[in-house]
């Protein structure tokens, strides 16, 4: 049973809060990791059926930066 007021409890509601608000962020930064991995696959895998490496996995990778910082950004500034 926690005791109102006393040291631990505040600690623990304390890193409660922190853990409950870094969720957003954590997830932000999942989904921009996600997609720039998601689109440079996809990028390298139709250079080696079209044969025209580098070029669509370098477009894969502008792609997902920038559909990974758009997803982050709305998160930030939702805030």
């Known amino acids: 049973m926690r005791q109102k007021g006393s040291s631990f409890n505040r600690s623990f509601d304390y890193l409660q809060k922190i853990i409950r608000d870094s969720g957003p962020v954590a997830a932000a930064s999942y989904g ?11 990028g390298y895998f139709l250079d ?3 044969g025209t ?9 502008i792609i997902g930066l920038g559909s990974g910082f758009y997803e982050l950004s709305k998160i930030i500034w939702k805030r």
């Open 53 to 61: 490496a580098p070029w669509l996995m370098i477009v894969g990778l």
């Open 48 to 50: 080696t059926w079209l």
């Open 32 to 42: 921009l990791i996600g997609a720039v991995v998601l689109f440079i696959l996809l």
